[in-house]
């Protein structure tokens, strides 16, 4: 683990120079302009109802709060419920507890499909989930105002589909602010065969522009664990995996990538095809996010046939608005390490910073016994140009690979440094939660920022940049029932 000059204390952030004055929470510069001050939220409880809240997401807004949304679970008897809160920038829920009901009557397959929580300019929150009445299911989007108004009414838009399942649900915010969502078809037959991606697009009041939604041919097979990324003038990008038959749990396939505009007509001439044939893992090899500039990088995990048949490695890659890869066919692998008998190197969180087109991303390395890992992190330029070579910067280290399996490690990057997030490596039943703050430029540790000191489980992590600088984390954690949702906010080091 890295070692940093200390925990950041909390009386460092009141102390101001003369050109500086404190008003309302805000520091006054010499220019007039207020900018809040950023400190540490610790530990903050969101919904600690009786029973079981989980899988929250978090989406930060202009004033330095955030949305969080979670399915509250309650005793698992009965059905789900999707509820919401808005924070303000010290962590203090806005809506009385347990927080805006969204829908209820949800069944347990829409809390194993996932689901997306945005913020809109308007600091209105948007989110989509699915529900099923047995033999298919429905995509519905909801849109509330800071004040809590239903803005696309009480039951929200539905999008019904055929008869069959979907999973991989994406949504993204687009330039022009309209909500374009995606999602995997599968037939309804017992083993859940996934046959194409459709997608569909809400305008600002919640109307559908793709009719019925539009369906993405797959030329060379069938899609599976489809990812959306928010391009350029309104326009989005879609990466899948195509796979050469219907088999659930094949693991062979491409990797495709296409620009689709405003109105859903194809931007490229064809799909981009970030590598050709692989052996992949399952749903979260595939990872994908912008790089700020109308383009993607993409990442995903496969068997490196060349290494070892039993040797998973991570990779990388990265394309132009305009079809243009930028890094070496095939993709860059995560790791150049190859001293340490590390058999498997495999990618865990990739994340970008848009200001500067960078990626950040973790991987972790196990040696061929499986009874030692590491975690490993670096920056990518858009080139495929590292910032830490020549093989990364190692965070956290193993000596039991069954500690490793129940860690959380996440990474974000802003202009002058990088957060590395991650549960206590060395006694995961204690689980307290730490952020490393690393320098860009020399690579040394920053500082230390402890988010949660209690020793309980914590799980469904999610993480998210702040307008204003830094990182929300939201999590599940168990120290009271069978879980309840905690959140912090780890600001950028000083200057």
Request: hydrophobic share 40%; proline share 6%; with cysteine.
């Amino acid at each position: 683990m890295a070692q940093a000059k200390g925990a950041r204390s909390w009386l460092s952030f009141l102390a101001l120079s003369a050109a500086v004055l404190v008003l309302d929470g805000c520091k006054i510069e010499k220019n007039g302009a207020p900018t809040p001050i950023l400190i540490p939220i610790i530990d903050k409880a969101i919904a600690t109802s009786s029973g079981q809240q989980s899988a929250p997401h978090v989406a930060p807004t202009t004033d330095g709060g955030a949305w969080i949304s979670w399915y509250d679970l309650g005793d698992m008897s009965t059905s789900f419920q999707m509820r919401l809160q808005r924070i303000d920038r010290y962590g203090n829920p806005l809506f009385t507890a347990p927080g805006l009901l969204v829908a209820d009557d949800l069944s347990s397959r829409s809390y194993m499909i996932g689901y997306a929580l945005l913020t809109d300019w308007l600091e209105n929150a948007v989110v989509v989930f699915t529900d099923d009445d047995g033999d298919r299911f429905t995509v519905r989007a909801y849109k509330i105002s800071p004040g809590g108004e239903f803005l696309w009414g009480s039951q929200g838009i539905s999008l019904a589909q055929p008869v069959g399942y979907c999973r991989d649900l994406r949504a993204v915010l687009t330039v022009d602010q309209e909500v374009t969502i995606s999602w995997t078809h599968a037939s309804p037959s017992p083993n859940g065969k996934f046959v194409n991606v459709i997608v569909q697009r809400l305008s600002n009041t919640g109307s559908p522009r793709f009719g019925g939604g539009m369906t993405i041919s797959c030329p060379h097979g069938k899609a599976k664990d489809s990812r959306l990324i928010a391009s350029s003038e309104g326009s989005f990008i879609l990466v899948w995996r195509e796979i050469p038959s219907l088999d659930f749990g094949d693991d062979r396939g491409a990797i495709r990538a296409q620009r689709f505009d405003a109105k859903g007509a194809p931007i490229w001439p064809t799909p981009a095809t970030i590598i050709n044939q692989g052996f992949f893992s399952d749903s979260d090899g595939i990872q994908a996010v912008t790089d700020g500039r109308g383009g993607a990088f993409i990442a995903w995990n496969m068997f490196n046939l060349g290494f070892s048949m039993d040797s998973f490695w991570g990779y990388i890659q990265h394309i132009t608005a305009s079809n243009a890869p930028t890094m070496p066919a095939g993709g860059l692998p995560l790791s150049t390490e190859m001293t340490r008998q590390n058999w498997h190197k495999i990618m865990g969180y990739l994340g970008s910073n848009p200001e500067t087109g960078e990626a950040v991303v973790n991987w972790k390395e196990l040696d061929s016994s499986q009874n030692r890992a590491r975690y490993v992190i670096d920056l990518f330029s858009m080139d495929g140009e590292r910032s830490w070579e020549p093989y990364g910067r190692p965070m956290s280290e193993f000596n039991e690979y069954s500690n490793e399996n129940l860690c959380y490690e996440a990474v974000g990057a802003l202009k002058n440094s990088v957060a590395y997030v991650y549960v206590n490596p060395n006694d995961y039943i204690v689980d307290r939660l730490f952020a490393d703050w690393i320098s860009k430029d020399t690579n040394a540790a920053i500082e230390t920022i402890i988010l949660s000191d209690v020793g309980s489980p914590k799980f469904d992590f999610d993480i998210a940049s702040s307008p204003l600088g830094g990182f929300w984390i939201i999590w599940t954690d168990q120290r009271a029932d069978y879980g309840d949702i905690y959140a912090a906010f780890t600001p950028a080091p000083e200057d």
